[in-house]
């Protein structure tokens, strides 16, 4: 019986680089509805390029947890962007500005996963 490893998540299609791109994309949104001046997008750029090439370093058991925390939080982020969307207007600042924070927290636990 010979065995065949798992094929890791770069290899199956899963684009870390772009992964944090486009958390970061999110939270320049949610900055933006939350009224606080959005980060340069040349930084979230030069982040994701580190993320790709950390990530291609990073043992197997790292990789499966990023892919993990970077599909959820795209998750809970997109809903919480349509829920600010959806307010039509009405948009609750406060809760914009958390979800953002949230997005910060988050981008920066996956950067800590690759190191």
Do not use: C, N
């Amino acid at each position: 019986m010979t065995h065949q490893a798992t094929p890791s998540a770069a290899s199956s299609g899963a684009d870390p680089g772009r992964q944090v791109a486009q958390l970061h994309e999110l939270k320049r949104l949610v900055e933006r509805i939350a009224r606080r001046a959005p980060a340069a997008q040349d930084e979230a750029l030069d982040e994701a390029a580190r993320t790709s090439e950390a990530y291609d370093r990073a043992p197997p058991i790292a990789q499966r947890r990023f892919d993990a925390l970077a599909a959820e939080s795209a998750a809970w982020a997109a809903a919480g962007v349509e829920a600010l969307l959806a307010a039509e207007g009405k948009t609750p600042l406060a809760a914009a500005g958390r979800l953002a924070d949230a997005l910060d927290r988050t981008l920066s636990e996956l950067a800590a996963l690759l190191r």
